[in-house]
């Protein structure tokens, strides 16, 4: 939702409000940006690239801020080994693990924005285009792109916003793991 058409929805709110005579008292909610603190000091080598992380993601989106250290909406954690994933509990809400075994191999922060892009509400897309950030290791280790495509980054500020179908937005705040976004190419034996 743009400034301009928030302003037209937090006015018309107060108006209905002020002729119904009643109190809201969490108005407008789906106005309301929604800061979602990340926390990274189970990730220390990869602080920094959370911090480029939410610069992308904040930069392509509108209704979100990605903000450091402020509390534990977003937990991060560096493991090694099992593949990086996601764990989302509800729209801005989760943990993202790191595993440093892939991050070796693929890029750290095309790992780190795709993994924050499940807990902004984005799905698999296992297309092997490198353009688009939720193929994840579809698109090979070559592919280092970090950024959300505008379709990825629309959805997201159109998910906070809340201006998706009920269908739409259920699949996209929901309880959900996601894993195997990055193919393993060591040969284990
Ligand atoms: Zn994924």
């Known amino acids: 939702m743009n400034s301009r058409v928030k302003r037209l929805a937090v006015a018309a709110l107060a108006t209905a409000t002020a002729t119904l005579g009643i109190t809201v008292a969490n108005p407008a909610p789906a106005s309301a940006a929604m800061t979602i603190c990340y926390n990274t000091s189970q990730a220390p080598s990869y602080a920094s690239v959370a911090n480029q992380a939410a ?4 930069n392509a989106t509108t209704n979100l801020t990605l903000t450091a250290n402020c509390g534990t909406n ?14 989302r509990t509800s729209l801005g809400n989760g943990r993202v693990y790191i595993d440093t075994q892939q991050a070796a191999q ?10 924050i892009g499940h807990i ?3 799905p698999d897309n296992y297309n092997g285009n490198c353009a688009i950030l939720m ?3 579809s698109a090979g280790t070559s592919c280092t792109n970090p950024y959300p495509s505008t379709t990825e980054a629309n959805r997201v500020s159109s998910l906070f916003a809340g201006t998706l179908s009920a269908n739409d937005r259920r699949s996209g705040t929901g309880s959900q793991v996601f894993k195997d976004s990055w193919p393993g ?3 284990v034996g």
């Open 106 to 115: 693929y890029s750290p922060l095309r790992i780190m924005t795709h993994e």
């Open 185 to 187: 190419l060591l040969t």
């Open 74 to 87: 977003l937990r991060i954690y560096q493991i090694t080994g099992g593949g990086s994933y996601a764990q």
């Open 55 to 58: 610069s992308i993601w904040n």
């Open 120 to 122: 902004l509400g984005l």
């Open 135 to 137: 193929s994840g290791g």
